[in-house]
T-cell receptor, first 112, second 113 residues
């Protein structure tokens, strides 16, 4: 059982749909991250939350909207996406004072 | 800002041969360095990390890496490749505040029978 879970594992959506990705960590960590992994490109950091507060937004388009209701849960709300947004979206968490990020299995998103 | 460069997007070795995946880093202060592995349709799994203790770091699955400050390198090695080692490997660097972890572009390792 991985410490970081993500649902759904696969998602296909049209450009006009609204959907949400969910991440949950069972490690007692207080920092959570969203990354985008596209083919042939380095991992891109999207958002960082520390103690439920957003501390970093890496110039992500507003069609991606994160939400962190508590230290264990992180959401990524999606609306009016573009085909180029198709990618693997990874969630990670890190403990306070820790040096390692732990990753979930990812959500494979396809935008038609 | 810190960064890493992985030399070779694709490495192919025969089963039982030495695995060498190269990573060079750039950082203005002593870095933390990591190797992660990603199997198909999965997230990233930590293989090993260097956080300013011993320069030779041993990780899971028989992998190890050596921090060489003079060469700004952190290459990943395994003496004998196994078929199950076929995966994508990522080198990453961060400073003490781990929020800003930078990843390399990845190296795909293929193991031939």
């Amino acid at each position: 059982e991985t410490g970081v879970t993500q649902t759904p594992r696969h998602l296909v959506m049209g450009m006009t749909n609204k959907k949400s990705l969910k991440c949950e960590q069972h490690l007692g960590h207080n920092a959570m991250y969203w990354y985008k992994q596209s083919a042939k490109k380095p991992l891109e950091l999207m958002f960082v939350y520390n103690f439920k507060e957003q501390t970093e937004n890496n110039s992500v388009p507003s069609r991606f909207s994160p939400e962190c209701p508590n230290s264990s849960h992180l959401f990524l709300h999606l609306h009016t996406l573009q085909p180029e947004d198709s990618a693997l979206y990874l969630c990670a968490s890190r403990g306070g004072g820790g040096d390692t990020q732990y990753f979930g299995p990812g959500t494979r998103l396809t935008v038609l | 800002a810190q960064s890493v460069t992985q030399l070779g997007s694709h490495v192919s070795v025969s089963e039982g041969a030495l695995v060498l995946l190269r990573c060079n880093y750039s950082s203005s202060v002593p870095p933390y360095l990591f190797w992660y592995v990603q199997y198909p349709n999965q997230g990233l799994q930590l293989l090993l990390k260097y956080t300013s203790a011993a320069t030779l770091v041993k990780g899971i699955n028989g992998f190890e890496a050596e921090f060489k400050k003079s060469e700004t390198s952190f290459h990943l090695t395994k003496p004998s490749a196994h078929m199950s080692d076929a995966a994508e490997y990522f080198c990453a660097v961060s400073l003490y505040n781990n929020n800003d972890m930078r990843f390399g572009a990845g190296t795909r390792l293929t193991v031939k029978p």
